[in-house]
């Protein structure tokens, strides 16, 4: 063989091994990106453990604006549950943030009942062959908002805020029809009335507060969750969104849940829908079956088919 030959022999082999070790790099990145989302996700459950809300009493549920009564009776048919938390799954299309154009994702987000927190994480295409992992967490009043490339190249790691943990208590709100026992008396949230068909869900949390107002239908279903002032359309994240659509409830587990979804910026009285879609699995955690407050040892999630219902 030639010197040119031994050359370009030696040439491909090490651009051969640099290759193999640039993707078992990317593998284990990777693998630490799912294994941060799954922290963070067990830091949620880890929150949800805690004592389960009481059982709302006559007198409170009395107190609240009518439609909110109207939302509580449809919401749960059965009786109040003691519910942890929710775990789901969703598949929908996503814009991001100063783009027009949608692309399908999947996400999987976990919420917890009596406190403030959760945790999201989805996929999306960016091109062919590549996609991004974006996610984000809201535990102990504190956010965390990061997104990889091929889930392993970091893109955006955006640090808490006061601003960003606000927004994360107003994300949780707003995902709360989800999940609706954090919206009973007893919990963070309070309710203010304002009319036949609204009223004002109001969270207050370590310092913070965040506000949305309620459409109910005359059923008691919540179509929509809505911010009082505009967003910042230049900042380069959705946050939690100013408004959010509710449609297509289904009887999973004793309680009526919105499986379809609509989630969207707001400024100007316009809308401008950026992840839209459907929940696909969803699992209740149960507080050992007891409503009674100080229950703290949830059982086994229980995942049910989702009964269509009105």
């Not at 999940?179 to 370590?206: H, K, M, N, S, Y």
């Not at 939690?240 to 009526?256: F, Q, W």
């Amino acid at each position: 063989m030639s010197r040119m030959g031994k050359t370009a022999t030696v040439v491909a082999g090490v651009a051969g091994v640099a290759l193999v070790a640039g993707v078992a790099t990317l593998v284990v990145q990777a693998a630490g990106t799912r294994a941060e989302i799954e922290a963070q996700r067990q830091a949620v459950l880890g929150v949800a453990a805690g004592p389960a809300l009481p059982r709302p009493t006559p007198q409170q549920l009395a107190a609240l604006p009518a439609p909110v009564q109207r939302f509580v009776a449809y919401s749960f048919p059965q009786g109040v549950p003691a519910l942890t938390h929710v775990d789901y799954e969703m598949s929908g299309q996503f814009r991001r943030p100063r783009t027009t154009t949608f692309t399908p994702t999947t996400a999987r987000q976990t919420i917890a009942a009596t406190t403030p927190a959760m945790v999201f994480a989805a996929t999306t295409p960016i091109i062919a062959g590549a996609w991004a992992t974006a996610y984000d967490a809201f535990v102990d009043g504190r956010m965390v908002m990061k997104a990889k490339l091929l889930s392993a190249l970091t893109v955006v790691d955006e640090p808490p805020t006061p601003q960003l943990d606000r927004i994360s208590l107003q994300r949780w709100l707003l995902e709360s029809s989800v999940l609706p026992v954090t919206l009973l008396p007893g919990g963070p949230v309070r309710w203010e009335a304002i009319d036949a068909q609204r009223a004002r869900a109001v969270v207050q949390w370590r310092g913070m507060q965040a506000a949305l107002v309620a459409q109910f239908a005359d059923d008691g279903r919540l179509l929509s969750f809505a911010t009082e002032t505009d967003g910042d359309l230049r900042t380069a994240y959705h946050g939690s969104g100013e408004h959010v659509a509710r449609d297509d409830y289904r009887l999973v587990d004793g309680v009526r849940v919105p499986m379809k979804f609509t989630i969207s910026r707001a400024a100007g009285g316009t809308l401008y829908p950026f992840w839209e879609g459907r929940i696909t699995r969803l699992s209740f955690g149960h507080a050992g079956g007891s409503v009674a407050a100080g229950s703290r040892t949830p059982a086994a999630p229980t995942t049910l088919a989702a009964a269509p219902t009105r």
